[in-house]
Structure formats: C-alpha cells, structure tokens
C-alpha cells in the first residue's frame, strides 16, 4: 500500500546492531472500535481516553540476521514467550514498506506490563503501541536528520493492533475519519486534547477485575464477527452519531451528557456481541451487578460516576476527579466484593506522556 509512509532502505544508515527502549500506556474506548476492513481500517471512528498507571515498557535489541529468516524471540517479565512470536512475525512482514529495514535484522523484544499478569486488562493496545515506538526511535538511529514521528509510531501501532494506534498519545484520542474530527484519519489517531474541558483531563478509571484472565472470545473474532452482523451498517453509522455528541459533550463540560454516551456505546458494543453469529456473552453476574449498583448510587447520591466496558467482563467505573473521594469510598464498600479476589485497579486519564 503506498501512503506518506512508504520508504525506501536507500533513505537510511543501517547500524551493525543496538537497543532502543519504549513505554505506552494502556487506553480505553468510549467511542467503541468494533468491525474493521482489509488493512486494519476501522469500520467507524473511534474515541479514548488514555490512562497514566496501566503501561508496558519493552526494549528492543537488534542484531543483523544470521540466516535468511529473522528470528524473533519474546520476553514478557523476563520469561521467553514463543507463543507472542507469530503476532510478531506478522506485525513485521505486514510493516515492511514503511520500515524497510525491519527484514534485516534478529530481534529479541523484552516486554513488561505494570498491570498485574492475566488481569484481564489487555496488553495489546499498549504493547503493540511500545513495539511501534521502538521501531520509530530504530529509524530515528538509523536517519539522523528524521523527526520523531508520533504520527508514524500511531500509523504503524495501528497495524499491529487496531486500538494500539491509539496509544501512542496522552488524554483524549481519536482514531477514525470522522467529518466531525478535523484531521481524522482511518490511518493514525490524533489527539484532541484541546477540545476538551478540563473537566475529562484528569477524570478517574477505576477498573473493577470482574474476571482475570484469558478472554472465551478474542476481539479479533469478535471483529470478523461484525463481518456478517444484520445489524452492523447501523451500528457504523450509530457510532458516527454518538461520537458527534460526545465530542459536543465533552467540549462543553457536560457530565451528564457524557455519561449517557458512554454507557449507551458500552452496552451497544455488548448488544452487537449477543446478537452476532455465533452469538456470545462475555460479561459475567458480577458485570450486571455492578452496573446497577452504580446506577443506584448515582441516582441516590446524585453523583456523576458512570462505566464503560472493554471486550470482557471488566468494569471501567469512570468519574470526575473531584468525586474521588465519594466514588473510591462506595467502591471499596459495594464493588470491591464483586471482583476476582477483590483486585480494583486505580487509574486515570494521562496528560502528558
Ligand atoms: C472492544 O484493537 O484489540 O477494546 O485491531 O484486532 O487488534 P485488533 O483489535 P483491538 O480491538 C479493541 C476492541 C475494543 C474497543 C476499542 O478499544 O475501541
């Protein structure tokens, strides 16, 4: 595919062999990103928040091949992982155009999530966003005079996985051509922090470990599945629509208005699993019980606390900071039961990266 990224080894001083380091952190949807095409082109925008606990570093060391394949081995906490090596693999031989030197060389990646192993808080937005800075920051070694490219590291994370491009930049990110989003691209996301009020720079994700571990469906199924859903056209057209809102929402300062978009996109991208074929469900009791236990404190104590759910049975409890205290105290009495050895993650959007 020929884009503004395209290049040629030519453009570049290779090195003999070297190590650059990287970090990203995790994000989550509000706007939801659910069905793509060819490509890793989404099927309708999508909007994040990104957060500033939940991160993967990862260090990559290159050395030139040794045979006509390069080899590739995985470290996740130090441990080698050859069952990461074919996502890898993929990742590369799909990126070649744009980082044309990537054939040239072995590599071993070590990788560290600071979010507990297998809590069900996915690893691939902020691992596939660290690996795609990494390769930025070998280029950046390879051809002096070239700018660290934030944009390039969003386009090339977004092939390795699509919510990943997100990662790459702090607070509120869009990924997806939108005509509401002004410089939107189906391509790389792009940040719109100064569209926001202040209000949603430093707002709370409290993540409720509903359920550790793998996931019965992977988003990548989950995603072809929207392939052949009767109800997907809407769904694509929906999300447009509710991203127009939010982002009016989210400019004003209006809580109210945000928490109803976001709690409508969650349930949506819920629905659409349900109604798939085949079908399936991947929240669990405790999902449902913590939604109305919110519902009611919110009602109750006319508190501005909502969720959102990622693709699982996690609960992302998501608040304005200056309820923390409020919010954190209704969490450790009436949440903290209804997770997975009562493990909460504490978190928040990220400003500054
Ligand atoms: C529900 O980005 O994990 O979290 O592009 O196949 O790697 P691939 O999928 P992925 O899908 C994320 C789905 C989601 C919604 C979102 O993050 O927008």
Known sequence: MDSEFTTDISNYNLKEDGEVVAESYSNIALIKYWGKYEKQIPANPSLSFTLSEAKTQTRLKFSPKKS??????????????????????????????????ISQYDYEIYTQNSFPHSSGIASSASGMSALAKCLIAMEKEFCYEMEESLKKASFLARIGSGSASRSVYPGTVVW?????????????????????????????????????????????????????HPYAEKRFQEAHINLRNLLKVMKEGDVDGFIKITEHEALTLHAMMMMSNPYFILMEPNTLSAIKRIWKFREEKRIPVCFTLDAGANVHVLYP?????????????????????GEVLYDCVNQFL
């Not at 090596?85 to 031989?93: A, L, N, R």
């Not at 996301?189 to 571990?213: C, K, M, Q, W, Y």
């Not at 900071?321 to 050895?341: A, G, H, T």
């Open 68 to 101: 006509e394949k390069s080899e590739i081995k995985v470290f996740l906490e130090n441990q080698i992982k050859p069952s990461f090596v074919p996502k890898i693999e993929k990742f590369f031989s799909s990126i070649q155009d744009y980082i044309p030197f």
């Open 176 to 228: 997806g051509k939108s005509k509401d989003v002004e410089g939107s691209s189906n391509e790389f996301s792009i940040p719109i922090n100064d569209e926001v009020h202040p209000v949603f720079a430093d707002f709370r994700d409290t993540i409720l470990i509903i359920h550790r571990g793998e996931k019965k469906v992977s988003s990548t199924v989950g995603h072809q599945l929207m392939q052949n």
């Open 321 to 341: 900071k200056e309820f923390m205290k409020e919010v954190e105290d209704f969490i450790q009495r009436e949440l903290k039961s209804l997770c997975e050895n």
